[in-house]
């Protein structure tokens, strides 16, 4: 059975940083395509950062230059570094990703920036 499990989430203060990690577990070969999102209460879903298996990457213009994203195959995993976080980037953050068969949905971290 498939599971992302996520971690890492938790409290930051406006220009602090956190860490969030995903493991891909029960698979054999990595994800090809491993995404991050975010969510608030009551809104969309937003696309964060995406890196592909050939470590590829792709930001959305609100996190370009602050938040980095990884991954590690062998582990199946990927990392969501952020820095200089405001208080706009509290949300639930999910990782996502797709194998060659079907996609993948975290269960979400919460992630709270406030001073």
């Known amino acids: 059975q498939v599971q992302l499990v996520e971690s890492g989430g938790g409290s930051a203060q406006p220009g602090g940083s956190l860490r969030l990690s995903c493991a891909a577990t029960?698979?054999?070969?990595?994800?090809?395509?491993m995404r991050w999102y975010r969510q608030v209460p009551g809104e969309v879903r937003e696309f964060v950062a995406a890196?592909?298996?050939?470590?590829?990457?792709l930001y959305a213009n609100s996190v370009k230059g602050r938040f980095t994203i990884s991954r590690d195959n062998k582990k199946n995993a990927v990392y969501l570094e952020m820095n200089s976080l405001k208080p706009e980037d509290t949300a639930v953050y999910y990782c996502e990703g797709w194998t060659t068969e079907r996609e993948y949905w975290g269960q979400g971290t919460q992630v709270t920036v406030s001073s």
């Open positions: 890196a592909r298996s050939d470590n590829g990457t």
């Open positions: 029960g698979l054999k070969s990595p994800m090809v395509i």
